[in-house]
């Protein structure tokens, strides 16, 4: 088992939250990790990106060589663009189709989509419905790793453990609606996998 | 005992305190402030308790960790790379005191600048203070070498600098730690020869730490952070730091057998290095940072058997990454997908509602009726005012230099001479350039961007803010009426205008105080309270 994913967004869109999640379950399955995190002045409203490389043997270096990511999970639709040329041959892309709006040159919303349509099978996901059908728009981080979770190589059970260990001081109410949030993008992503 | 899943300063923070250290001193810099904010949210170190509150600067913060080690207990500092500039009176001079209890130096650089206005290698720092430097490649080695470094530090009686950079600061792994030691007790050092640095102590101690050298090189020999990974073929590779890691993932990737020295322990074991010479014909030299050991290696006259950041074989500027070691050590790239045209770049802004686009809105008018329209700033959120659509201020150099700077083209004959500073940067090394200003009666405008926390580096609590702000330009000197506060909100903008108007026009220094909390920490304020009720 090894698996490189590139996780993207915009500063404030709760990646490290997913990359949390994934490596809380990952330490409990036994597996070595590595993880990488944007801190300081690029994370005010700038692209960030975490490297998260997970392997039941030694990992050397925490960041990804290019074109060997087994999967691009982006919580915005143009920031999983940024990040092609670490993309393996024959991987896909995951990634909400939220755009996120904070620069006046932002491309047009069909060209971004023409673009990762490009690309290797994509998952696109309505992230901010599906949440809001959670229960809340900022449980958009979950659904997205539910999309990703048939591709991360770990037991859903491990995953949602996962999220409930890290919710779990905000109440149980917090919790049950990020489980909701995580199944509802896992459902949506083992149904594009079914169409085809 | 159960792994945990740490960032690489994080190790350091937990190495630290099972080391038993008494006390963190700290001024927040990325990518080193994540070592101090976990030993202040740890519970063992809650009870112990471990002091750990955040100094006014990195020079404070040396020299407090410098006292406790005189007392006797062991002491941890931790700063960014440009920190150890402000701290290096301290830093250089300690080894020439020498310390006490441990005393242990973790410093986190910034190759590529992520978050920074230079990529100093701090090693070249310890070369200079001719202090042992430790540099582990992965999270676990950094937490077992943060509490040697301790043991390390007590025995050869010197400071040792640990050295690390943003991308192994910033990365989380599983790190299993091992039981916890005990505090020292207080036993402070009664020796006056060794402290007291007036010239003829300064030059029998400067003897000691010569002396010392052979014994440090000694030590490097031997420590497991400098080994030999076997292989054959001629081609080697000297992998500095976090090198190794690249080095070793290109290794495994490629399936190849090349010999690796791994460097984590300074100064250089010389006979490791000689014996991995002899080895090979070629030596690939790959240092995440300067080419410090290069340099050294190649000698004045160079030596063609060499590669790295010199010849042109690894970048010379900027981090490394397994990609870059490959192509040096000649493997041919992998195609890859190119970026698509239609992506732009996102850099970082001030946030919606930041109080900082308010005041900037107003400073921006004023001053834009002026034919000299310079801005002298610093370092903190409302740098991001030299972006577009801002673009409010025109220079940001060192902490503390806009007051200093603007000072320094008043006395030139500029007007008007304005500053903006926030209130965390005010402290740590405004106050004594404001003292200056008054003392020589500079024409000059402060506007200290108050917003009640150092925010940039994630809401850490500041040395001075709100009215105490106020009591410091008072007790420097500064005249009451032209001490202004304004609140910057686009409701008080006319308002604003007019005090920044007044005090601008001012033919002596002024101080106008922006206040208003940052809206990250208030929403963080705000969510917490909503969590405990």
Known sequence: MHINIILAGVGGQGILTIAAVIGRAALQSNLIIRQTEVHGMSQRGGAVQSHLRISNRAIYSDLIAEGTAHMILSVEPHEALRYLPFLAPESRIITSIDPFINVENYPEIEDILAELCRTNHPVLVNAAELAREAGNARTSNMVMLGAAAPYIGIATEQLESAIEDLFQVKGSDIVDMNIRAFRKGQELSQTQATEP | ?533
């Open chain 2, 1 to 533: 005992m159960n792994k945990q899943l740490l960032l690489g300063a994080e190790a350091i923070a937990l190495g630290a305190l099972d080391a038993g250290i008494s006390g963190v001193y700290a001024y927040p810099g990325t990518p080193s402030t994540e070592i101090t904010e976990y030993i202040q949210k740890n519970s063992a170190a809650l009870e112990q308790p471990v002091r750990s509150a955040w100094s006014a600067n990195e020079k404070t913060a040396y020299e407090a960790a410098l006292g406790m080690s005189y007392a006797g207990k062991r002491s941890l500092v931790c700063m960014k790379h440009v920190g150890l500039n402000v701290a290096a009176d301290a830093f250089i001079n300690s080894a020439i005191t020498g310390v006490n209890g441990g005393l242990v130096v973790a410093v986190a650089d910034d190759p590529s600048m992520h978050s920074s206005q230079n990529e100093q290698d701090s090693r070249v720092y310890g070369k200079f203070a001719m202090l042992p430097v430790l540099e582990p490649s992965s999270q676990q080695d950094l937490y077992t070498a943060t509490r040697e470094a301790f043991d390390l530090s007590e025995s050869v009686k010197l400071p040792v600098l640990l050295r690390l950079t943003t991308r192994l600061a910033h990365s989380r792994a599983g790190v299993e730690p091992t039981s916890a030691r005990i505090q020292n007790p207080l036993n402070a050092l009664y020796a006056p020869e060794r402290f007291v640095l007036i010239p003829q102590n300064a030059r029998r101690q400067y003897n000691v730490l010569l002396g010392m050298q052979e014994e440090l090189e000694k030590l490097s020999e031997q420590s497991w952070l400098n080994r030999l990974i076997t292989g054959t073929g001629s081609i080697g590779v000297i992998a500095f730091g976090i090198a190794f890691n690249y080095t070793m993932e290109v290794r495994q990737a490629f399936s190849l057998d090349f010999q690796v020295l791994q460097i984590g322990q300074y100064p250089l074991p010389r006979k490791q290095v000689e014996s991995l010479f002899k080895k090979c014909e070629t030596i690939l030299v790959a240092e995440e940072g300067y080419p410090v050991y290069e340099e050294l290696l190649r000698g004045y006259f160079g030596a063609d058997n060499i590669n790295g950041r010199m010849d042109g074989s690894l970048p010379r500027a900027g981090e490394l990454n397994a990609d870059i070691i490959a192509k040096g050590l000649g493997l041919k790239p992998k195609a890859v997908m190119p970026v698509p045209d239609i992506v732009v770049n996102r850099p970082p802004a001030l946030c919606k509602g930041c109080g900082h686009r308010d005041l900037y809105d107003a400073l921006t008018t004023v001053m834009s009726s002026f034919a000299e329209h310079h801005v002298f700033s610093d370092i903190g959120c409302y740098t991001l005012g030299a972006l577009e659509p801002f673009n409010a201020i025109h220079t940001c150099v060192d902490m503390g230099a806009s007051i200093t700077m603007a000072k320094g083209a008043a006395d030139a004959g500029l007007r008007p001479a304005v500053a903006v500073i926030g209130d965390s940067t005010f402290t740590h090394s405004g106050m004594t350039g404001l003292l200056d200003a008054i003392n020589d009666r500079s024409p000059l405008t402060v506007i200290i961007a108050d917003n009640d926390t150092t925010a940039m580096t994630g809401g850490q609590q500041s040395s001075a803010t709100g009215s105490r702000l106020q009591d410091i330009c008072r007790g420097l000197g500064v005249e009451e009426e032209h001490l202004r506060t304004i609140v910057p909100l686009k409701s008080h903008l006319e308002e604003n205008m007019t005090v920044l108007r007044e005090e601008i026009s001012y033919e002596g220094v002024s101080v106008v105080i922006a206040q208003r909390e940052c809206i990250e920490t208030a929403a963080r304020k705000k969510r917490n309270k909503t969590a405990s009720t």
